[in-house]
């Protein structure tokens, strides 16, 4: 750490938790009571869009007041660099965790992907798409407690007039994981993340990831085209109803999805995830 981010603002960094090709986060201290620290790096504090999804990701986080999503208390976008600043959670997210084998995860799994519908649909419910659900963006501690993060490419979903004549959105976010809606560059609602939620279950239960290609426009054409994989076909060992259930989540037409988390929650609640054994380890996303 360089002398001029022993300090940013009033906020004292302690230890680097993540670290990414714009950002970073950090733990910080201040008045004896801990936060973490998003800031911009260096060589990207003056590029307008970071400085825009550090915005976007802080107007969006300020409105949540759930504990299944992480709260955002402060931004600074003039600060230099611009930073905001969160509560502070002590946890990794789901893909290190399954990925250095925890063994208390796979046990807990079905808290585990509660929670992480509570939270997003708690994101739905104060007017957001959050459009980069994965296991990367939800923490997890040993208490199962999860929450929601990263809201930097969230968007409102465009109404009236706007969702008929605003044109294609940007495609963001992360193609092993994108509807087919996003793909297409459509106004987002609710049912894009569902479709999201229902490929990374697809991979933390399943095993590994629904499609794979040999490149990232296979990949795309995939969830564009292919057919919806079974995921007891990944892991025999999960029950029909369940198997139905994520199904529907990865449903093509959005139409045929849940049309929101609330009422697949209420379905997920009655339906057994397991027959016998455990699920496998986690493969790779891209």
């Known amino acids: 750490m360089s002398k001029s981010f022993e300090y940013i603002g009033s906020y004292r960094l302690l230890r680097q938790l993540n670290t990414g090709r714009s950002a970073q986060v950090w733990e910080g201290v201040k008045d004896g009571k801990h936060y973490c620290v998003k800031f911009l790096n260096e060589d990207m504090k003056a590029d307008k869009q970071c400085v825009a999804f550090l915005h976007t990701e802080y107007e969006a986080g300020k409105e949540m007041d759930h504990p299944r999503v992480i709260k955002l208390l402060e931004g600074h976008m003039t600060g230099n660099p611009p930073s905001i600043i969160m509560e502070y959670f002590d946890a990794l997210n789901l893909k290190q965790l399954l990925w250095q084998g925890e063994k208390w995860v796979i046990p807990s799994m079905y808290q585990i992907v509660e929670g992480c519908a509570e939270g997003l649909a708690y994101f739905h419910r104060k007017g957001w ?11 997890c501690n040993r208490e199962c407690e999860v929450k929601l993060i990263d809201f930097s490419i969230a968007q409102r979903p465009k109404k009236g007039l706007g969702a008929l004549f605003g044109g294609k959105s940007v495609i963001q976010g992360t193609r092993s994981y994108m509807s087919p809606e996003h793909i297409r560059g459509e106004n987002l609602d609710a049912r894009a993340d569902i479709y999201s939620l229902g490929c990374m279950i697809f991979q933390m239960v399943g095993g590994r990831m629904p499609y794979t290609g040999v490149n990232s426009d296979d990949l795309l054409t995939k969830h564009l085209k292919a057919p919806v994989p079974s995921i007891q076909a ?11 259930l994520i199904g529907r989540m990865m449903a093509k037409d959005k139409a045929k999805r849940h049309d929101n988390l609330t009422l697949w929650l209420r379905e997920f609640r009655k339906t057994r995830m397991y027959q016998t054994g455990k699920a496998p380890k986690l493969e790779e996303d891209s």
């Open 129 to 139: 798409v959050h459009r980069d659900v994965k296991p990367d963006n939800f923490l």
């Open 234 to 244: 990944a892991n025999p060992n999960l029950h029909p109803d369940f198997s139905a």
